[in-house]
Nanobody, 115 residues
Framework: QVQLVESGGGLVQAGGSLRLSCAAS????????MGWYRQAPGKQRELVTT???????DYGDPVKGRFTISRDNAKNTVYLQMNSLKPEDTAVYYC?????????WGQGTQVTVSS
């Protein structure tokens, strides 16, 4: 059974930084792609960033140049480094993982950016 466990969320002031972690219960190379989405109150879930098994990355326009996805293969963990945070980055951040025919989500971690 696949489990994704996020950590690292919290409250930060605008301009600050946070790093989120997503620990997978099996090798991250079991997935074609892993990444992060976020959902703010009253809004749809939106792409933050993804990384493929080959290392290709994709970023949503609102976070380009500020957020970076990375991974530690030995720890089966994907990270999201968030810099220059803005109040509009406030949301629940979800880790996701995908392989052919299946998708998985973590439970989410709250990120709140105060102005």
């Amino acid at each position: 059974q696949v489990q994704l466990v996020e950590s690292g969320g919290g409250l930060v002031q605008a301009g600050g930084s946070l790093r989120l972690s997503c620990a997978a219960s099996l090798s991250i190379f079991s997935f074609n792609k892993m990444g992060w989405y976020r959902q703010a109150p009253g809004k749809q879930r939106e792409l933050v960033t993804t990384i493929t098994s080959g290392g290709s990355t994709d970023y949503g326009d609102p976070v380009k140049g500020r957020f970076t996805i990375s991974r530690d293969n030995a720890k089966n963990t994907v990270y999201l480094q968030m810099n220059s945070l803005k109040p509009e980055d406030t949301a629940v951040y979800y880790c996701g993982a995908w392989r052919i025919g299946y998708g998985y989500w973590g439970q989410g971690t709250q990120v709140t950016v105060s102005s």
